[in-house]
């Protein structure tokens, strides 16, 4: 059914332009040649939704910019933009990524490729505007794959990635990007800009195959199939997942031959870890104030490193249990919590624990709970997490019936 | 390249109806269920070149079993409230993919539909901004059998007063657990979507003044919607056999009028024509609820209050089903309201 297509306008050289995390979104829905997109106010994610209107306006891509009635709505017009074959991009945060919550899980289930960014915030009530894991985290089970970025050139580059990925055949899953609330989606910072003709080579066109839903095509989507199909149908959701580690690495070696960019792993980022005996573990812009309280540490001689996650589903197990069980102690800082959870422990922490489990040799874990509701991760904070993760790998703390609250008052 | 049209002439008698059956076996709704008629008719007058997202309810769960569908022409399942969000959705990505030249240019017909529950409860805000979005072909069908019949006949915002159901039982104490009016779906939606260019109200009764209102709504393009009462077996409480009469009284006693608003000038069709113009005689209510068990707990005042309702739409409304408000006398000329009945206006 494909015909004709339009030779795309192109930029010739890459480019570095001041941007914040949402804008460099908006670029990487430039160069993807978005079909669809729909649009609903949150902050902090609608930033994004605000840089890409700019584009269409000054004419640099045409997409279809829905501005729709609600975030359920949102979801579910680009899934069924979706459905007939368009490349689509949509977004929320908080609340509204849970009010989108319907759609949202039924957009795994039927395998389409959406892409989402969730511009991470905290659950209303009470009020909060910063950032919090817990409204990304909460599809964690569902079929979506779930990268973080760290920078807006990551958000950028793991937009990139997300259609990619989310569109290969083997894996034809959606795809939620995680930005922190405010400290990405708000700040900006030097981003490089790659060519269209690089981006076409990274990012073939969409092709929905025998699945698209077209009168030349007649075919039944989702009808009910009870408890006779059901979980054969989860199982193939299941395979889509595991499969998903292998595709996100060939995409990653594309990418870094074409770009020069993504680091060694595209599921961690390692920071003075060759020697380190104890490691902090987490994602999104937490990296930032860790790495300066190691830079601090290692000054007055302590060995102490950060390893980052960059995608959280898929969980790449085997390459974090092989990092993580180098060291003598692991502090996993969540930005997020799981009320009632085993040792009261946050998401990552309890992730962290249950890939390990099975391991004959594996560090010591320890969970912090830190900077919720966009509350900064200060130094002295840094230092009490460097404290307890040290004391923990010395043998003062007895694994895993450990939690502790950072930075709460009194 | 030039777009390929399908043009959707009218229907002009049961003879001209399509021979073409693009709802088959394959299902599994009720004996005597009007709307897998409403669906049957639906599609023969869209024709092959359509689309269809079917929102949960009696059409999906009924419809569409795994390894089983009626459906010749592509069908998409979409959640309970979306099924405005669906036809966006859809019409939108067929545009863009055949504006930048990723799919072939032609007209397709994209057809959402949804039940009372998901579309006059749950999909209500949905539908409302679809119909405001002029720049998107879709049609938005909602089959009203007056109840979440799917799930056990539990009463919605389209149930009619008094209606037994199985969230509104008659009992010792209460007689009448359910004592709201309908809400007016097609005419809240044609007074506050001015830029829908055909919105109407239809009963699978009328078989081919449906078919010709699915196809106007097709043919002008934009966001459009059409309302079809369809009575329900296992809902009303009667026999499978009279779902055809119950549709005609429903009518015939003035309860569901057949309208159309087309680019802003409202039509009454069929029955409710003759009704409004006096060439026939509107029933009482009364014919029409006796012959269902859910009103069997109806006492006189209960039939009585029914038809006072029934009358004001008739006798007091600006449009008679359509428009809900009166104006005051004083106030009728300055707002050039001629309030002469629609008879009265022809022989003047």
Not at chain 1, 17 to 45: F, N, S
Not at chain 1, 63 to 72: C, F, K, Q, R, S
Request: aromatic residues 8%; glycine residues 8%.
């Amino acid at each position: 059914m494909a015909v004709e297509v339009k030779p795309r306008e192109s930029s010739d050289v890459e480019t570095e332009q001041l941007a914040t995390g949402c804008e460099a979104i908006a670029e990487a829905i430039r160069l993807a040649d978005v079909d669809v997109m729909a649009a609903y106010p949150i902050r902090p994610y609608d930033g994004v939704m605000q840089a890409a209107a700019k584009l269409i306006a000054n004419g640099k891509m045409d997409v279809e910019y829905i501005v729709a009635d609600g975030e359920h709505s949102q979801f579910e017009i680009v899934k069924h933009a979706c459905a007939v074959g368009s490349r689509v991009f949509v977004g929320s945060s908080g609340v509204g990524w849970f009010y989108a919550f319907e759609a949202i899980a039924v957009t795994a289930g039927l395998r389409l490729p959406v892409v989402a960014i969730c511009g991470n915030r905290a659950l209303d009530d009470p009020g909060a505007f910063g950032t919090e894991h817990n409204d990304s985290l909460a599809v964690r089970d569902l079929g979506w794959l779930l990268p973080w970025a760290e920078t807006a050139q990551e958000a950028l580059d793991l937009a990139l990635m997300a259609w990619r990925v989310g569109e290969d055949k083997r894996v034809s899953l959606p795809v939620a990007i995680g930005l922190d609330g405010a400290f990405l989606t708000h700040s900006q910072q030097i981003v490089k800009i790659p060519t269209q003709a690089a981006v076409d080579k990274f990012l073939p066109p969409f092709d929905l195959g025998d699945r698209l839903l077209h009168p030349d095509n007649p075919i039944t989507i989702a009808p009910q199939v009870d408890q006779d199909w059901l979980m054969e149908i989860r199982m193939q959701n299941d395979q889509a997942m595991r499969k998903a580690e292998t595709v996100i690495r060939e995409a990653h070696a594309d990418f870094k031959r074409l770009f020069g960019r993504g680091g060694e792993s595209p599921f961690l980022d390692e920071y003075m870890t060759d020697d380190a005996e104890f490691v902090f573990f987490g994602q999104g812009t937490l990296a930032l104030p860790m790495r300066v309280a190691i830079r601090r540490l290692r000054k007055e001689g302590h060995k102490v490193g950060l390893v980052r996650l960059k995608w959280f589903r898929p969980f790449a197990t085997a390459e974090i249990v092989r990092s993580l069980s180098r060291f003598k102690a692991v502090g996993v800082i969540d930005r997020d919590y799981s009320f009632g959870s085993p040792y009261y422990g946050g998401v990552l922490y309890n992730e962290v624990r249950s890939a390990l489990y099975s391991q004959p040799k594996r560090p010591v874990v320890v969970g912090f709970i830190a900077g919720l509701g966009g509350r900064e991760i200060e130094q002295p904070m840094a230092q009490e997490i460097f404290e307890k993760t040290k004391a923990a790998a010395s043998g003062d703390l007895k694994s895993g019936d450990t939690t502790h609250w950072i930075g709460v008052r009194a | 390249m030039a777009v390929e049209t399908t043009t959707l002439p009218q229907i002009k008698g049961v003879k001209d109806v399509p021979y073409d059956e693009l709802f088959v076996s394959g299902h599994r709704t009720c004996q005597g269920c009007e709307s897998a008629l409403v669906m049957r008719h639906m599609v023969k007058a869209a024709g092959p070149r359509t689309i269809v997202l079917g929102s949960t309810g009696c059409m999906y769960v009924a419809n569409t079993t795994y390894y089983t569908t009626p459906w010749v022409v592509p069908w998409m399942h979409t959640q309970l409230g979306a099924s405005g969000s669906a036809a966006l959705g859809t019409a939108a990505g067929l545009k863009v993919l055949m504006r930048k030249g990723k799919l072939k240019n032609e007209k397709i017909n994209v057809i959402a539909f949804c039940g009372d529950g998901g579309g006059a409860d749950m999909g209500i805000g949905a539908i409302s901004a679809t119909l405001t979005h002029k720049e998107y072909n879709c049609l938005v069908l909602l089959y009203d059998n007056e109840s979440y019949a799917n799930t056990d006949i539990q009463l919605s915002s389209q149930t009619p007063y008094g209606a037994v159901t199985t969230f509104s039982p008659s009992g010792s104490k209460k007689r009448l657990m359910h004592t709201r009016w309908k809400k007016n779906v097609p005419g809240m939606l044609a007074a506050g979507h001015p830029e829908s260019r055909y919105i109407a109200a239809g009963c699978a009764a009328y078989a081919v003044d449906l078919m010709n209102k699915i196809r106007k709504a097709l043919e002008l393009g934009g966001p459009t919607f059409v309302h079809t009462l369809d009575p329900c077996p296992k809902g009303w409480d009667y026999h499978p056999q009279y779902s055809q009469e119950l549709g005609h009284l429903a009518v015939e006693c003035g309860i569901w009028p057949l309208y159309e608003v087309i680019d802003g000038v409202c039509n009454l069709t069929g029955p409710t024509r003759q009704i409004a113009e006096g060439r026939k005689k509107r029933k009482p209510v009364y014919e029409y609820l006796k012959r269902q068990g859910r009103f069997a707990h109806f006492i006189d005042e209960d039939v009585e209050h029914f038809q006072a309702e029934v009358d004001k739409m008739w006798t007091e409304w600006l449009v008679p089903g359509v428009i809900p408000f009166t104006v005051p006398a004083k106030d009728q000329a300055i707002l050039k309201i001629d309030k002469k009945a629609l008879h009265e206006q022809k022989s003047a």
